[in-house]
């Protein structure tokens, strides 16, 4: 069993910084990929970045320049420093942990962008 808790959400003007981090625990093979995804309201679930275990990253156009993710191995966490935030970036966000051919899911924390 895998477990992902997510953290850091909250309410911030246009144009400010948030820090998510997501904790995973449980089977943890060392070989994986963690990243995050989001859901806007009456939108579908849409990826916003992703990095492997050996630290190769990949973004979604809409955040690239903006937002970095990193990861620390040893703490089985990740990071998405959000900066330059913009009303369209509210949304829930999901951790998300793909090792094998399992996935798993945290239960979100939403990020609300104020104009």
């Known amino acids: 069993q895998v477990q992902l808790v997510e953290s850091g959400g909250g309410l911030v003007q246009a144009g400010g910084s948030l820090r998510l981090p997501c904790v995973a625990s449980?089977?943890?093979?060392?070989?994986?990929?963690m990243g995050w995804y989001r859901q806007a309201p009456g939108k579908q679930r849409e990826l916003v970045a992703t990095?492997?275990?050996?630290?190769?990253?990949n973004y979604a156009d809409s955040v690239k320049g903006r937002w970095t993710i990193s990861r620390d191995n040893a703490k089985n966490t990740v990071y998405l420093q959000m900066n330059s935030l913009k009303p369209e970036d509210t949304a829930v966000y999901y951790c998300n942990l793909q090792q094998l051919k399992y996935g798993y899911w945290g239960q979100g924390t939403q990020v609300t962008v104020s104009s």
């Open positions: 449980g089977n943890i093979f060392s070989i994986n990929a």
């Open positions: 990095i492997t275990s050996s630290g190769s990253t």
